[in-house]
């Protein structure tokens, strides 16, 4: 027996849980090496004889988890129940700490024991903590959404219905400002357009509160003082930016309005964007910091969205009606550019004449060039530049035809530009374009300033055609036109072949396309009785 019980206090000893066995009156026992050293450093009688119970009492008073922990061991010693337990803290100077005290009642030979066990539980406890936090974020952003979706569901209806039910792009912007600062807590709201030629940002529309004073004023794209403007760096990144607090930007009383600094607290600036074409920019304005959050720029940027697709049906009915269209010509300096880069290597002059497309929708450009030798060769080393082939030589140089990869002909193309002039002289590109409306324009002449180094805006001119203009008839063409035809008639244009004398024959004609003399002719005839067919009004059923 002895030697279990040598056994049984040795294990107690190593236990990491403070342990203390109490008599029937409460005093202590016997306790262990954690209980002896819970505060670093050795107890040294242990606490052997005195009364626990009694000395947790005399904290009843001012600590109700020492009340309750003697309560529960009174009743275990006195036989009411035979185990207690509760959770309590016990932070030190240094950290937090929580334990788990239970009190568990036995006998041995006849005589009532207790044994009081303190189990530290600050791990477990700090999780729940830390779960009980997360939690209550979670039901805190809940009810943020719920209030953000509450006040915006009446905005997306009403904006969506202003965007879609407006006459023109003016009606548009004015409705979709005014029913944004119908909305707490926008204040402010101004949607504004860039103007290519100057590089400056217009505001078209605004609406505001009536204490907020407007001037009427533009931001210029490249000026120092407008660079930090939310408007400029939303349209050059192409992306939304937010400034949650504009008391911390310096730059802020300098921005439109003057008075953004004073009256408003944070500001979202939105691209209008529908594919590559870029409308404008929204700016809102809210008279509380942190507005912008990420529960609240979605919904915005779905609204820009709505506006971006009206304004582009919009612009697209007034391309179907409207007799304007816009020339645009720009010099770039650039070697890496493909007709830069060949004329470099030719050390020529290169003159565009036209473009056309094969069957498989690659662009064959053609262009004059004013040498003769090396001319293929040449092309061959351009890396936008897939092959190229002579069409015909003349005394003074070559009709060249180069099939492009993928670039900016195929990317001008995609904003509706019509090549008008590519031609290379003393290391500058000459570049003019035809464009449907001011926004392709816009999006037409970032292309070209994205992909090159150095680009200088020549002439911007928005000008009216005849009812007929040459792009309606380009367009009926090629509708009629198969695209063997379109290619002859192109070629045959391009290469001078209707002059007299003529520069190339039909012969050469036909092996630029691959094909024989006699099939030529046919494709040639055909197209030539189409086109005239559209001149003169001819029957349009005919067929050739």
Known sequence: MDSRDN???AALETLPITVAILDDEGEILLTNQSWRTFEGEEIPNDHIGVNYVATAAMDRDDDEHAEQAVNGITAVLAGEQETFSMEYPCHSPEEKRWF???????????????????????????AEIAAEASAEQVREEHRALEHVLHRVDGLIRDVTDAAVGAGNRDDIERRVCQRLVDTEPYVLAWIGRVDVATQRITPQAWAGHDDVPLEDADLVLDAGDAQSHPAVQALEGGDSHVIQDIATFDDADRWWPTCAGERFHSVVAIPLEYGDVTYGVLVLFADEPNVFDGRELPVLESLAGTVSTALNAIETRRMLTTETVVELEVAIEDSSLFV????NALEATLTYRGITYDEHGTP??????DRTAGVVDAAADIDAIERASVVTEYEEGVLLEVALSSGLVTALANHGAMIQRLDVDDRVADLALELPNGQSARSAYNTVTERYDRVELLSYHE?????????????QLDERLTDRQQMALRKAYYANYFEWPR??????????????????HQHLRAAQRKLLEELFAADPTSEG
């Open 340 to 343: 830069t880069a060949l004329a």
């Open 503 to 520: 520069d190339v024959s039909g012969e050469e004609l036909a092996d630029s396309m691959g094909v024989s003399r006699s099939t030529f």
């Open 463 to 475: 000008t009216d055609q005849p009812t007929q203009t040459p792009r309606d008839i380009t367009a």
């Open 7 to 9: 056994l049984a206090a």
């Open 364 to 369: 064959l450009a053609f262009f004059h060039v």
């Open 100 to 126: 788990l005290m239970r009190a568990s009642r036995f006998t041995v030979d006849d005589e009532t024991r207790v044994s009081v066990v303190h189990l530290d539980i600050t791990e477990r406890k700090l």
